[in-house]
């Protein structure tokens, strides 16, 4: 047993070094140098398809910038907002809650003068998150649940964001 557990030992390097190296799967549409906020797959787009929070290393309530971008990795985006990269407060509104026993977290904006949320919820058994195009039964879904991630844990919103009034509150 031991001589067996050594050979592998020995050989497994050997085995590794002779396979092929794939690349990575690309995990957002941001670039090394950005911090990536938020990221995920879409489920009913093009194959590969994702949108990605892009933001500046150095991003906070006053520096930084964020960005939206839809798109396949490798290639130009689809869509991107704002079209250069300029501090959330400037161009994002933040909302969070809970509402029937579902809590939620939404992140919106507005490009070609349609409202974009980009949205997570979870409750009663149910868990989503995407992008909101204002309630098309087309509106993008990410392939695997994943929480925005952004509740503050304190009664700041995040990076200096403005709040999403109460009346434009909702749970795609």
Known sequence: ???????????SPLLVS?????APA???LC???????????????AKG??????ASKDLSARTGTLQFRMGVPGAAPTAVYPEQAVHPSRAF???????HGTDFELLDF????????????SGG????????????????QCKQYKALGLVPENDELPFGVTGIPDDEMFIP
């Open 1 to 11: 047993m031991i001589r067996l557990l050594s050979a592998c030992v020995v050989l």
């Open 18 to 22: 002779a396979a092929p190296k794939k």
């Open 26 to 28: 690309a995990k957002s």
């Open 31 to 45: 670039s090394p140098e950005e911090t990536v906020v938020y990221s995920c797959e879409l489920k009913n787009k």
């Open 49 to 54: 398809e994702m949108l990605s929070l892009c």
């Open 93 to 99: 509104r933040y909302g969070f809650g809970t509402q």
């Open 110 to 121: 507005k490009l070609g003068g349609k409202r974009h949320v980009v949205y997570s919820s």
């Open 125 to 140: 058994g149910l868990r989503m998150s995407g992008l909101n195009l204002g309630g098309s039964k087309s509106d993008p």
